[in-house]
C-alpha cells in the first residue's frame, strides 16, 4: 500500500485525501452489506483487494483521519435505555465536568452548544433504568442537574459528508 499524505488540518480540507481514500470515505457510509465477506464486497465495489481496503482504513484509523468505525446500535430497540440529556454548566467548571461526564461508559458523545443549557449528551444504557440510575450518578459526581430529555418520537436522516 502506497503511503498515505499526512492528514488533513481541517474537515474543510479534503485535498489531501487520495482518490481511494475518498472512495473508501464515501462508500462506507453507506452501511456495510450483510454478508459473509463484507470488506470483500465492498473491495470488489471500490475495484480494490480486500486487504488494501483493510490497510487504508487501519492507517485512516491510525493518522486520525477516521476517529471512530464501527456499527451504531440502537439500544432502545436491543432493550437498552437511550436519551438525551443536557446540563447548565458555568464557564469555570466546563472542562472539569466535562472530564466527569465523559467518565461514564454510558455517554455516547458530549457537545458544547452556544445554549442557557450548554452541555448536551447521549445516554445509552443497558436497561431502560439505567437512565436514571445514571443521571442520579452524574448529578452526584458532578453536584449539577441533568435534564433528561427522552425522545417522543424518532425520525431517521440519513446523513452523509461527500468527500
Sequence with gaps: MAERPPSPQSSDDISDFTNTERAIINRLQLGLPLTETPYRDVAEDLGID???LLDHLQAMLADGTLTRFGPMFH????GGGLTLAAMRIPEADFERVTEQVNSFEEVAHNY????ELNMWFVLATETPGGIAETIERIETLTGYPVYNMPKEQEFHVHLHFEV
Design 75 to 78: 439500544a432502545g430497540e436491543m
Design 50 to 52: 480486500e486487504q488494501d
Design 112 to 115: 458544547r452548544r452556544e445554549h
